[in-house]
């Protein structure tokens, strides 16, 4: 029989935030262990106590089990000896004979059969401690995923600690404290959130937060030498310390906490809410180029600004969410900017020196990483329609001048007399910049000229998972005739790879094709194991000066990331999970 009685006693470490939330009414069970369901066991990192490791071996099977050691989380690229000798010593003095270490940065080699097949042979998998985002870079989404599963189907037991405990929740945090990265880990334990030490280091309000962000799910912070074991849904607690439980407020029910020790068996399914959190379906960035208005802009200037980006934003979301492609949002969305004279793509490009416009633009499909470009096209309404025909209806990627032209003719694509892109507002800019320009020429351009920007982009992760980038551009005021910036290079201004991320950039366009800029965030990811956020951060500020510009980009899991060092960014974002953000000074985003 289950009873409900308030927790009251173990409670200590957690008495701050009990005093402000609430108390998990706390049902007792039954609890009678059933291998059949697979077991997972879950530690809080620190020191590994006895108790927790004979429990682990005891589940694997003992002498007889085959253990599959995951060390991906760790620093080294390779394993080194005698490091990896140590590790499966470590469990050969454990009693279990047959250990073998599995370890790749690499999602090709993780998705290859050869390299999951210790997998399919083991009892028992053990994943150390490091950086989670490292696991989840090499593995969630490979054939690796899918065996570790396969392995609790069988009756398995998983085991991990510290990283290799979060990387077992769905919903995994990957850092910040008190407010969590969130993405995404292997879900070997459906409906929660796992934090992992958890008293130590004083993280029961990054949980909280993380909770409050996805209410459908349990927090189970872990605290270090304690561990969680649980199969199916039932869970006891083991170790020196404590497991805390966290529920999201609902209604009039604050949000709840349960401190538990030692001893503590309990039925995740009565606190874990009845519907999965669903990972993110879709995603939209665009941006209007780096630069913002100036401080003493009017309300109607600003508004002006945040309409247009709103109109682009809800043209891509709307295609989107209805199950549309992300090539179909980017160009789309990219299509309404093009055709707002405010922005410098389309109508309200930038004069070239010869005060003509010359218009750049490109579109990169990360499914089938084909992409197409038109560099100097000047009667040529929407560029980015005319990149799209140039990727779907040739073999080429990039076509420029009088040939692109050639090629809208055939295409059959609207067209328009140069004077259409011209507005006021930009042959003023261009007067100034050419008078300025030609006391005093300029070799590289200031940050401080990049106000004067405008240029367009967007990345789309759809609901088949699928990421597309696109960017379309005027260029630089009074850029020489002939000029071609980074917005038609794929891999300096647009870059889109199902496997790491959609990017697209604006700012100084030399510098973006000196650096490969987007290409070079998809690398670091790929072979570095980075997040987007941190290559992003990298590139932009390690690798360009500052003031350069910005990027806007998402990653597969559909996490959306702007980093810009020019003085501000007009950038807009949406998901499935209800962000919505126009932003045009450097508001903090709600997200
Ligand atoms: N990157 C563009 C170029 O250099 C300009 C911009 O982003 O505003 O052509």
Not at 150 to 157: F, N, P, S, T
Not at 378 to 401: C, D, F, Q, W, Y
Request: hydrophobic content about 40%; glycine content about 10%; aromatic content about 6%.
């Amino acid at each position: 029989m289950i009873m409900s009685k308030p927790i009251c006693k173990n409670i200590l470490p957690f008495i701050p935030l009990i005093l402000v939330l609430g108390v998990i009414a706390c049902p007792s069970i039954s609890y009678a262990a059933d291998k059949s369901q697979g077991s997972l066991v879950i530690v809080g990192g620190g020191e590994q106590t006895d108790e927790i490791t004979d429990r682990f071996v005891e589940l694997a099977g003992g002498a007889e089990a085959k253990l599959v050691v995951i060390p991906t989380a760790s620093s080294d690229e390779t394993l080194p000896e005698p490091k990896a000798s140590a590790i499966t010593e470590r469990w050969r003095a454990r009693g279990i004979e047959n250990t073998v270490l599995l370890h790749t940065r690499d999602r090709d080699e993780a998705n290859r059969n050869e390299f999951s097949a210790p997998l399919r042979e083991a009892t028992a998998v053990w994943i150390s401690g490091g950086a989670q985002t490292r696991l989840a870079s090499a593995y969630v989404g490979t054939k690796v995923q899918t065996e570790l599963h396969a392995l609790l189907k069988r009756g398995g037991v998983i085991g991990g600690t510290s990283a290799g405990a979060a990387i077992q929740s769905g919903v995994m945090i990957e850092n910040g404290n008190p407010v969590p990265n969130i993405g995404r880990g292997l879900d070997l334990l459906p409906n929660a959130i796992i934090d992992q030490h958890f008293l130590a280091r004083n993280r029961g309000n990054r949980l909280i937060e993380a909770i409050r962000r996805h209410p459908n799910l349990v927090g189970i912070g872990i605290d270090e030498a304690t561990a969680l074991v649980v199969q199916g849904s039932r869970a006891e607690v083991i170790g020196d310390s404590y497991v805390v439980l966290v529920t999201a407020a609902k209604g009039d029910q604050p949000t709840g906490i349960l401190t538990m020790r030692k001893g503590k068996k309990i039925d995740l399914k009565e606190f874990a809410p009845k519907q999965k959190s669903k990972p993110i379906e879709w995603a939209i960035v665009v941006h209007g180029g780096a630069g913002s208005v100036r401080d003493d802009a009017s309300d109607e200037t600003v508004q002006a600004w945040r309409n247009g980006l709103k109109k682009a934003l809800d043209q891509g979301k709307s295609i989107v969410e209805e199950g549309g492609t992300s090539l179909d949002a980017v160009a789309a969305t990219i299509r309404v900017l093009e055709d707002n004279p405010l922005f410098n793509a389309g109508k309200g490009a930038v004069f070239n020196s010869a005060g003509e416009h010359e218009l750049d633009a490109s579109i990169m499909d990360g499914k089938t990483m084909d992409g197409g470009a038109v560099a100097g096209v000047s009667t040529v309404r929407n560029p980015i329609g005319l990149a799209r025909l140039v990727m779907e209806k040739t073999r080429h990627v990039l076509l420029s001048g009088p040939g692109a032209e050639q090629f809208a003719t055939e295409q059959k694509v609207e067209r328009t007399p140069n004077d259409y892109f011209s507005t006021e507002r930009r042959r003023e800019s261009w007067e100034r910049v050419r008078e300025k320009e030609a006391k005093k020429p300029t070799v590289r351009l200031s940050p401080a000229q990049a106000w004067q920007y405008g240029t367009v982009g967007c990345v789309v992760l759809d609901t088949h998972g699928n990421l597309a980038a696109g960017t379309s551009t005027g260029g630089l005021t009074n850029k020489k005739f002939g000029r071609i910036g980074d917005s038609p290079i794929l891999g300096a201004g647009t870059y889109a790879d199902n496997q790491t991320c959609g990017v697209s950039a604006t700012g100084i366009g030399e510098q973006f094709i000196r650096h490969s800029v987007t290409a070079q965030i998809s690398q670091l990811m790929r072979h570095r194991g980075w997040t987007l956020k941190r290559s992003a951060e990298y590139v932009l500020n390690e690798q360009l000066n500052k003031g350069d510009g910005g990027v806007i980009a998402i990653d597969r899991f559909g996490k959306i990331e702007w980093v810009y060092t020019s003085p501000g960014m007009f950038r807009a974002a949406a998901d499935s999970e209800g962000r919505y953000d126009i932003l045009i000074r450097d508001e903090e985003s709600s997200d």
